[in-house]
Structure formats: C-alpha cells, structure tokens
C-alpha cells in the first residue's frame, strides 16, 4: 500500500527540555497506525508537529512526497474537545466542510447520514453548547471525516465515550481505513487499539520503544501466559520450568512463561498433582506488553540515574 504520511527523524525541545528525539514513522493507505505512549511521552506533541501547529527543531512531515501538507485532504481530532457553543451542529459542520472546499451539498447529506449513524439524528439544529460532551466528541469526529480525508489524525478518539459509542467510534474508524482513509490514532484504551490497529509506534520519554505490526510485535514481546484456575500453593507453583513472574491468588494464577517456551512441550511437564480446575494458555496482551515495557524502561533509568 502506498505511503500517505512520512515523519522523518523529528525532534522538538521545549526551552532546554527535549521532548521527541528522532521520531520516524509512516502511515500508508487504508492501515490503522496506532501511536501509543505513557502520559508525557510526546505522542500529542508528535501529532502537532505532523499537523503544522507547532515546528520541529529538526526533522520532515512529508505527505506523499510533498512537505506542504494541504489540509483539505486530512482530517484532525485534537485532543482538546469543544468547537463552537453558540453555534448549530449542522451550521458548523458546513462551515469546516466548506473550509475544506467540499462541496455543501454533498457535506450536508453526508452529516445528515452520520448524524444518524452517531444516534444523534434530529439535533441538526441543537446548539453545540446544549449536547453532552460525548455528543460533542461525536459531532466533532462527524467534522473530522465529513470531507473523505485521505489521512484521517485522532488524538485519543475514545476517551470519555461510553462503551457502545466506542464501539461505535472502532467500527466507523475500521470502515474508514477499509475503504483507503490512513488513519493515524493515539489512545490509551489498549483493548481497542489491539482490535483494530494494523500497525503500532510505541513512544517512551520522546523516543521510540517499539514499531512494526501488531502481529509482529505480539510474536516479539508477547509471552504466553497459561492462567490456571485451582487451588494451588505458591511454592509448587515456583518448581515449574520457564516460568519468568506468577501472579498468584488463592483460587488463581497466572504463569508467564518464557520467551521461548513452546506451549505444547511445556504443558507436558505439568506435574499430575496440580489442581486444575481450568486452565488456559494465551498470549500477553498488549496491555501487558506496554505495562511491561514502561516498567522495565522506567527501572533501567533509575539505575541509570543511580549509576550518573
Ligand atoms: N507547549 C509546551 N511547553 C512545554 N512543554 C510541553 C509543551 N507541550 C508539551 N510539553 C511537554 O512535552 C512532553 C510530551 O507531552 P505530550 O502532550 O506530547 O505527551 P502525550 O504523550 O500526548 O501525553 P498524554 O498521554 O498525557 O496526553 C511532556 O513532558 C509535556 O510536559
């Protein structure tokens, strides 16, 4: 698929503090690009960089091969919600379609046909001030996309939405990126960001941790895990091969093995006396996997602070 978006070797510092060191990715068409990153870790200073509100101090947006990117053609949700209060949904929604020289027509259908989409049929003519802040959230992704963008940037889409607008958000965005849109998004909600992302860029303290597809990544970093359900003391538990970490309650617990552990092999060598009630064997989560990597990085850099 072809390259949309091309970030090449950013950097940016706020006054003597450096924020993004030598962030490069890219976004191609109809892939879901999930950005992903502990609070502070510069993924909303990446996008803004991408989005021409702020300048890298080094380093190239390039959008197909131009470094002009014109805005008609990418659609923006910022982190910070809230458009217009005074205003009408549909009066705003023709305006930013009209902004991006769509045409007002088509702009209208298609608002009217989202609007019913995002169960907000009949509030057309609602000021925006009179909706929740989830309907908002709603009317201002309606914005985002009314114009068919070929890359389509939401900063954390998900946060505080409900769990069916949510769903309703993931399909829309997965329909989108089916139908060609590159779509680049940043969330913590790591269960949704493992359903639909195609790829992911894992950023920690401005720098990148891990980059390529989910199914890459998972085969790297993601560990099997067998769950075991029964009655079973922590001291036998603690005899079995390959194990790294157990968590461990009364009724319950969770091995997780080692990187090179072959399930087969190594359910053979169960000890017949275990308990087990239920057992199962999955692979870590990518929640797990990015708790897991933002622990060890924040442990390596306290010994690196210890050592300084
Ligand atoms: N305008 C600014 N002036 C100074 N520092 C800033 C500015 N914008 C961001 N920062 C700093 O840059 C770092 C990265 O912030 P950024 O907002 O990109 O993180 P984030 O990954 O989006 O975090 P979150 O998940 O909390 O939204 C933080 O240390 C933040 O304090």
């Given at each position: 698929m072809e390259t949309i978006l091309s970030v090449q070797g950013l950097e940016k510092s706020f006054k003597d503090k450096q924020?993004?060191?030598?962030i490069s990715f890219e976004v191609k068409q109809g892939e879901i690009m999930a950005i992903l990153g502990p609070n502070g870790a510069g993924k909303s200073t990446t996008i803004r960089n991408i989005m021409g509100i702020i300048y890298p101090d080094r380093g190239e947006v390039i959008f197909h091969q131009y470094?002009?990117?014109?805005?008609?053609k990418i659609g923006y949700l910022p982190e910070e919600r809230g458009l217009?209060?005074?205003?009408k949904v549909m009066d705003m929604l023709l305006y930013l379609a009209d902004l991006k020289d769509y045409p007002l027509k088509k702009a209208k259908e298609r608002a009217l046909a989202y609007l019913e989409k995002f169960d907000l049929?009949?509030?057309?003519?609602?000021?925006?001030?009179?909706?929740s802040k989830g309907m908002n959230q709603k009317v201002q992704f309606i914005s985002s996309i009314l114009h068919e963008p070929e890359l389509l940037i939401l900063d954390e889409?998900?946060?505080?939405?409900d769990p069916v607008s949510q769903d309703v958000f993931k399909d829309e965005i997965r329909h989108l990126a089916d139908q060609g849109t590159a779509i680049l998004l940043s969330s913590h909600q790591m269960n949704l960001v493992e359903e639909i992302c195609d790829r992911l860029f894992m950023i920690q303290q401005g720098e990148k941790v891990i980059y390529g597809s989910l199914d890459d990544v998972k085969t790297e970093y993601a560990n099997f895990k067998c769950t075991i359900r029964g009655h079973n003391d922590l001291t036998v538990l603690k005899?079995?091969?390959?194990?790294?970490?157990i968590d461990h309650q009364p009724d319950r617990a969770v091995l997780y093995l080692?990187?090179?552990?072959?399930p087969t092999l190594w359910l053979k060598?169960?000890?017949?006396e275990l308990h087990i009630q239920e057992l199962s064997i999955d692979r870590i989560s990518l929640h797990e996997i990015f708790v897991d990597i933002a622990n060890s990085n924040q442990s390596n850099e306290k010994v690196g602070e210890q050592h300084a």
């Amino acid at each position: 698929m072809e390259t949309i978006l091309s970030v090449q070797g950013l950097e940016k510092s706020f006054k003597d503090k450096q924020v993004l060191k030598s962030i490069s990715f890219e976004v191609k068409q109809g892939e879901i690009m999930a950005i992903l990153g502990p609070n502070g870790a510069g993924k909303s200073t990446t996008i803004r960089n991408i989005m021409g509100i702020i300048y890298p101090d080094r380093g190239e947006v390039i959008f197909h091969q131009y470094k002009d990117i014109p805005r008609h053609k990418i659609g923006y949700l910022p982190e910070e919600r809230g458009l217009y209060k005074n205003v009408k949904v549909m009066d705003m929604l023709l305006y930013l379609a009209d902004l991006k020289d769509y045409p007002l027509k088509k702009a209208k259908e298609r608002a009217l046909a989202y609007l019913e989409k995002f169960d907000l049929k009949g509030k057309e003519n609602v000021n925006l001030e009179e909706l929740s802040k989830g309907m908002n959230q709603k009317v201002q992704f309606i914005s985002s996309i009314l114009h068919e963008p070929e890359l389509l940037i939401l900063d954390e889409p998900f946060s505080g939405l409900d769990p069916v607008s949510q769903d309703v958000f993931k399909d829309e965005i997965r329909h989108l990126a089916d139908q060609g849109t590159a779509i680049l998004l940043s969330s913590h909600q790591m269960n949704l960001v493992e359903e639909i992302c195609d790829r992911l860029f894992m950023i920690q303290q401005g720098e990148k941790v891990i980059y390529g597809s989910l199914d890459d990544v998972k085969t790297e970093y993601a560990n099997f895990k067998c769950t075991i359900r029964g009655h079973n003391d922590l001291t036998v538990l603690k005899q079995l091969p390959q194990v790294q970490r157990i968590d461990h309650q009364p009724d319950r617990a969770v091995l997780y093995l080692d990187h090179d552990v072959t399930p087969t092999l190594w359910l053979k060598n169960l000890p017949v006396e275990l308990h087990i009630q239920e057992l199962s064997i999955d692979r870590i989560s990518l929640h797990e996997i990015f708790v897991d990597i933002a622990n060890s990085n924040q442990s390596n850099e306290k010994v690196g602070e210890q050592h300084a």
